[in-house]
């Protein structure tokens, strides 16, 4: 993905990199977001959905999305979403309602990806995705790792939440 590359992407797709790293040494999934504006950083979000407390839906693009100051709204569809992943429905169906312009996703998920999913939307989801430019896998030599640690981390934890949340 060269192109997604050469505009300039990079240094965000890295800054998500590094807010995966640091959502792992928290003890949650490697996965980070950053949403950009005007070549800025508005908000920036990373995988906290066991630590510090089992909460399910705080996904890297969903605590950047809640990030987003109130003022900037308005010119949503100028911002610019990066994650390492590519997002699941949820974070999808989100990233669309929010009607941001551009996401750009460091790795491709098989599994558990919006990709898989794309083809059967309701029409409304069908005409916000026609108005979001979705690129990716954009940097999957740095983000495929990250992506089979998500793996090796959801076949050790099994069908519930990590043992840490076992007394919960």
Known sequence: MNDVLSQG????????????HDAERRGNLPIGAVITLDGEIVAMGQNSIWSPALALTRHAEMEALHKVPAGVWPRAREMTLFTTLEPCIMCAGAILLHHLGRLVYGSADPVGGFGASAGSLPAYFKEELSLIQWLGPALPEECDPLYARIIQHERRRGPGPPPFFADA
């Open 9 to 20: 992407f990079l240094p965000f797709l890295r800054q998500a990199i590094l807010l995966a």
